[in-house]
């Protein structure tokens, strides 16, 4: 039995600590700590009126941005591992909290600064895209850095555990354990035929999804990165319980961990799916300056113009009751198999109404939330303790992919997929 201290009350984080609550075999006690407690404290009525897991649930505020105020509340908690699914700006500062009070730390999305102009920070990644040849704002370089501490610490930081990246890596790791003496090439493609009804909504954090999706994108090929405008590869995918999509090559970030996990490997490539409507609303926003994250002053206050764009924007965790459709996620491989090639494509299809039904969720926080509580939970129980940064491809995969099937997530092999040119 274990404790978990789960940081943030969003859309993925409601997922993941009611999908804790279903796992009570694994986990007796939960705290739910977040900035505005309040959200907290409501989730936990909903919870214990169902009167339906034993799981001991009790609420916190906190600031996780402070390593103090984290530190003092895990002291008093006591956890077994930390779940973060605040946001990435909190990465760091929650890692360090662990470290200094012994827990283990699990989370969905790589580091990323939320000042993006701060010229220490600014200067370490101008020198990055220089060497590495890729511009996102975020990469692992930041949470790899702690490998060592952890490693000392005799803990695990599991970094990344959501669907893309997360349930991606296991199922990289489980076509190479079952398929494939060798990967070549990984396509992972990751297609939202939800509708919400709104004009222009997003789907998880308006403020990671748009500074992702209006980013350069990037692949990996032959040991190196290649860089691409914005939405400048285009493909289109028929996609089984949606129909056919347009999709874009992204940068994403478990290419960056793939690349280097995976032997062997050749080309990595992301696509997600985008209407044309959600492109020229970002391109229009982006064209105005709504997008970008540097302060300006407004009769007399400074304000961020991404920030007041999010809360212009409908509340993702809002979405649920309006959006119908599937998600279809998952990742198509090449290889070898003795000597022989062959191709497998893995994935999970997922209704925005079942989910909301289960939960009160959309799929999209559905498909990470479950995955955030499945990595928690193979670290509470020990099933996966290999010490220090971990990314999920490095781990068994079998234990996860048998939990993705009894949580919510079943997933299909396709040896016969149409490929992606
Ligand atoms: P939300 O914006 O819905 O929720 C974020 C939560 O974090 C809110 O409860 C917020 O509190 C809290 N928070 C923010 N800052 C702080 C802080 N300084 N201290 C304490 N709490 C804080 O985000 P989502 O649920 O959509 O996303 C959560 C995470 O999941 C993100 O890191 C996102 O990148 C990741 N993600 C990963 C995916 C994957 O597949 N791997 C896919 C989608 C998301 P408040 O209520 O006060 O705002």
Not at 64 to 78: F, G, N, P, Q, R
Not at 92 to 100: P, Q, R, S, V, Y
Not at 193 to 216: K, W
Not at 240 to 248: A, C, I, L, N
Request: proline letters at 5%; aromatic letters at 10%.
């Amino acid at each position: 039995m274990s404790k978990v201290l789960v940081i943030g009350c969003g859309g993925v984080a409601s997922v993941a600590i009611q999908k804790i609550c279903q796992n009570d075999k694994v986990f007796d006690e939960m705290c739910i700590a977040s900035r505005t407690v309040s959200k907290c404290d409501a989730l936990k009525e909903k919870i214990e009126k169902q009167g339906v897991s034993s799981t001991k649930i009790t609420t916190a505020k906190v600031d996780a941005d402070k390593v103090s105020e984290l530190t003092e509340l895990i002291k008093s908690y006591k956890p077994d591992v930390v779940l973060n699914v605040a946001l990435p700006y909190q990465d760091l500062t929650i890692m360090d909290a662990c470290l200094e009070c012994g827990v283990n730390y699990v989370d969905t999305a790589n580091y990323e600064p939320e000042d993006i102009e701060e010229p220490v920070w600014r200067a370490a990644y101008e020198k990055r895209c220089r060497e590495k040849g890729f511009t996102a704002y975020f990469d692992y370089s930041y949470q790899w850095a702690y490998d060592e501490r952890f490693k000392a610490a005799g803990l695990t930081a599991l970094l990344g555990t959501g669907f893309d990246p997360g349930v991606t890596s296991v199922f990289t790791a489980y076509a190479l354990k079952h398929y494939f003496d060798e990967i070549h090439t990984i396509d992972i493609l990751d297609c939202n035929g939800g509708d919400h009804g709104y004009p222009f909504a997003t789907n998880f954090n308006p403020e990671i999804n748009l500074r992702e999706v209006s980013a350069n994108g990037s692949y990996w090929e032959n040991g190196h990165w290649v860089e691409t405008k914005p939405m400048e590869i285009k493909r289109e995918y028929n996609f089984e319980g949606v129909g056919m999509k347009d999709m874009y090559l992204l940068h994403h970030e478990e290419i960056e961990s793939l690349a280097k996990n995976i032997p062997g490997v050749k080309r990595i490539r992301f696509f997600m799916t985008f209407g044309q409507s959600y492109l020229t609303h970002m391109k229009c926003l982006e064209n105005v300056g709504m997008l970008s994250t540097t302060p300006i002053m407004y009769e007399g206050r400074e304000i961020v113009p991404i920030q007041f764009l999010k809360a212009l924007l409908p509340d993702p965790a809002s979405l649920g009751p309006r959006t119908k459709g599937k998600t279809n996620i998952g990742c198509i491989f090449t290889g070898i198999k003795d000597g022989k090639e062959k191709t497998v494509y893995i994935y999970n299809i997922c209704d925005h109404e079942e989910c909301y039904k289960e939960l009160g969720s959309q799929a999209i926080s559905y498909t990470t939330g479950v995955p955030a509580m499945i990595g928690t939970a193979l670290v509470a129980s020990g099933v996966w303790n290999k010490k220090g940064c971990v990314n999920l491809e490095e781990l068994d995969p079998d234990p996860y992919m048998d939990m993705l099937n009894r949580f919510g997530l079943p997933w299909k092999v396709d040896e016969n997929p149409v490929t992606v040119d």
